[in-house]
């Protein structure tokens, strides 16, 4: 992992995760430490806790070079900080909330313009390449970051399997809309399932990835459990949770956030500074457990990688 703590943040600004741990294994009792150490399964149970879902280690977790050294964001600010609007349009609702979701069984259906449709059941989505573990930059349109060590593999390998066509010119993500378990589902927020879209150069770039876990461990539900999409040179809405449906497609998808209100969001958001949202400034961003503002980079500051994906593209129209 790398934690780097910048001179500038008081380290009584950052909660360490390991006190974080330790509070929820005494929580829990010796007994779930002894389950973690007999459990050899991929999944071993970390912590019992007491009122939400246990957390569960993943095995076999590699680093990436696909990484940033920057102070990573403290646990519990990414998971209780969170926008999940299937469980309320409150930061804190969807931790609050999500408990609710069921996320085994799973499964993921992979189909349109493509040789090999399939459906991938969760546990082999787990097991169809090497979990890495990649350290990313989150920018949300609403201005704020998070730096976060995500745990996936890069969503070209999921792609690869099924074969795409040469026309599949994008890929389409739908989550999971259940009214039973998702009370935001029950409302108008937005038109439900919650739907995002990458051309298809975008969704096969190796920084695309399918994400099982977080810190370590399983996904919590309220970060888009059992897998959700993590693009980190765009805006975090790109980023579908909870995904049940990918789709090859000719035409570009229109997207939940675009149908909402197209003049605000557009199919690429591209993390920006220059293009401002209608009603704000993207040139800032409040880093979650900072103070000054700072300035937001072209593309998340991953340009290097994934500027000349859009070569030739006016970025203001192409928003
Ligand atoms: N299904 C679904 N996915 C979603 C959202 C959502 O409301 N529903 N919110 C998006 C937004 S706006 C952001 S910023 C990120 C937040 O992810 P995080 O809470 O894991 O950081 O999830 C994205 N994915
Ligand atoms: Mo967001």
Not at 40 to 48: K, S, T
Not at 92 to 115: F, I, S, Y
Not at 294 to 305: C, I, K, S, V, W
């Amino acid at each position: 992992m790398h934690l780097i703590r910048r001179p500038d943040i008081a380290p009584s600004e950052i909660t360490p995760r390991d006190t974080w741990l330790d509070r929820r294994s005494f929580l829990g009792g010796a007994a779930a430490g002894a389950a973690a150490l007999a459990s050899g399964g991929l999944l071993a149970p970390l912590a019992a806790q007491a009122a939400t879902a246990p957390r569960e280690k993943l095995a076999g977790v590699k680093k990436s070079n696909w990484t940033v050294a920057e102070t990573l964001t403290p646990y519990q600010d990414v998971t209780t900080y969170n926008n999940y609007y299937e469980f309320g349009t409150d930061k804190a609702d969807p931790a609050e909330n999500a408990h609710t979701l069921k996320t085994r069984p799973w499964t993921v259906r992979v189909e349109g313009e493509c040789a090999k449709p399939a459906t991938f059941g969760i546990e082999d989505i787990l097991k169809l390449a090497p979990l890495e573990e990649r350290v990313y930059r989150m920018r949300c349109v609403e201005a704020w970051s998070m730096v976060i060590p995500w745990v996936g593999y890069s969503l070209s390998e999921l792609l690869k399997r099924v074969e795409p066509t040469g026309n599949a010119k994008f890929v389409e993500f739908a989550t999971l809309a259940d009214p039973q378990t998702m009370p935001g589902v029950r409302g108008r927020v937005l038109q439900w399932p919650y739907v995002e879209g990458l051309r298809i150069d975008e969704a096969m770039h190796p920084l695309t990835l399918l994400t099982m876990g977080v810190y370590g461990e399983v996904l919590p539900n309220q970060n888009g459990a059992p897998v959700r999409l993590v693009v980190p040179w765009k805006y975090g809405f790109k980023s579908a949770k909870s995904i049940v449906r990918i789709r090859l497609v000719e035409k570009m998808p229109v997207t939940a956030w675009n149908r909402s209100q197209p003049s605000e969001y557009g199919f690429f958001s591209n993390v920006n500074p220059e293009v401002d949202h209608p009603r704000w400034s993207q040139a800032k961003e409040r880093r979650i457990g900072e103070f000054r503002k700072r300035d937001t980079l072209p593309f998340n500051g991953y340009a290097e990688q994934v500027a000349s994906l859009y070569t030739g593209m006016d970025l203001r129209k192409w928003f």
